[in-house]
């Protein structure tokens, strides 16, 4: 694979081969998206949007089909929209600080793994809020800028091959307490909680890579916010978080 910048998008392309295959780089992502498909609800009326916003190859759709959403995903990677679209969503590109959808268009709107990854955080979450319906659902999960969240993203991540090399820049990640400000001023109220992968789940993947049972592992929620979170909010019915 060729040698890039940290958290240049163009790493996404080079291992596009991983989004689907069983035991692969991608593991931890498919047990995020499992995550993030559990906080979200049956469509509460026909024609419901969902917007998931960096979709990558679509890992989000398995868990929110037969929920009743139009599942549009939004990302600035060509074979990953190709990819995502094999698997059901409606594919869109575009960058998520300037959302080419209208102004609350979606009844949900999904930022999983993709905050970690903006330049510009607040353009993001503004365009993630600008696009959110009135009482709609705003659900994400991101890395913590903290000293640990650094260790264990990039120094042991990267080290025993749970991140592929390059794929993060710690400088952007993201405090919960600047996100839940952020959404705030945008209307919606964000409440989070740690989660962390199933330490059996871990040690299935990074022992025995490639191996096809699946899931290898999950996450699950705990106290500590310190390394990966979640956060699930709703816009207020006047825009008023």
Known sequence: MRRLERNDLRQYDDLAAEWWR?????????????????????????????????????????????LG??????????????????HGVTPVAGDVTALPLASASADVVVAGE???????????????????????????????????????????????????VGIHDPELFVDPG?????????GVRLEV????????????????PGRKRAPLGRMLPTRSTQVLYQGRGRKGEDGAA
């Open 178 to 186: 600047d996100l839940t400000t952020l959404c705030a001023k945008h």
């Open 22 to 66: 069983p035991g692969g780089g991608f593991e931890l992502l498919h047990w995020l998206a499992a995550a993030r498909g559990a906080l979200v609800p049956r469509a509460s009326r026909p024609g419901a949007v969902l917007v998931d916003a960096g979709c990558g190859g679509g890992l989000l759709a398995p868990h929110v089909a037969g």
């Open 69 to 86: 959403y139009v599942h549009i995903g939004v990302d600035l990677g060509r074979l990953g929209l190709a990819t995502a679209a094999g």
């Open 114 to 164: 993709i905050l970690e990854h903006v330049t510009d955080l607040p353009a993001a979450v503004a365009e993630l809020c600008r696009v959110l319906r009135p009482g709609g659902l705003f659900v994400l999960d991101t890395v913590n800028a903290t000293r640990l969240g650094r260790v264990v993203s990039i120094t042991l991540g990267e080290r025993f091959g749970a991140a592929p």
């Open 193 to 208: 909680r740690g989660i962390r992968p199933s330490v059996i789940g871990l040690v299935r993947w990074l022992v025995l």
